[in-house]
């Protein structure tokens, strides 16, 4: 087996992202949803602590649906055809990423809410 430099590995690593982002429309969503989120951070001007919850609530979430794309395209491709089990794991592995979406949504309203609503 030919050895990776790390420049190769990190290569792959972006490349393996940028296939994701292409062909996945969840991650697509997620990713303009963390967008709009940075950009009412500036906005709003929120304090630094508040910053770190939502780094940690947008990583979260991210990496649990590149998690998905990536167990769901290994699940597609060690049980091409339907298969119920391979379908509980797809499904569980989208329970995740949804999990992961309503902890971030909760963090999301704890930190915006008074921004909208003063004295909330």
Known sequence: MK??????????????????VR??????????????????????????SDWLWLIVAISVVLIA?????????LTDLVSP????????????????VLLASFAAIVIGVIIFLPHFFPGS
């Open 23 to 48: 062909s996945e429309i969840n991650l697509k969503f997620h990713l303009i949803a963390a967008g709009l989120v940075v950009i009412a951070g500036m906005y709003f001007n929120i304090q630094r």
């Open 81 to 96: 055809k339907f298969d119920p089990k391979a379908g509980d794991v797809k499904d569980i592995a989208a329970g995740a």
């Open 3 to 20: 050895r990776r430099t790390f420049l190769n590995s990190l290569l792959a690593s972006f490349s393996g992202l940028k296939s994701a």
């Open 65 to 73: 649906e590149y998690l998905n794309t990536a167990i769901e395209r």
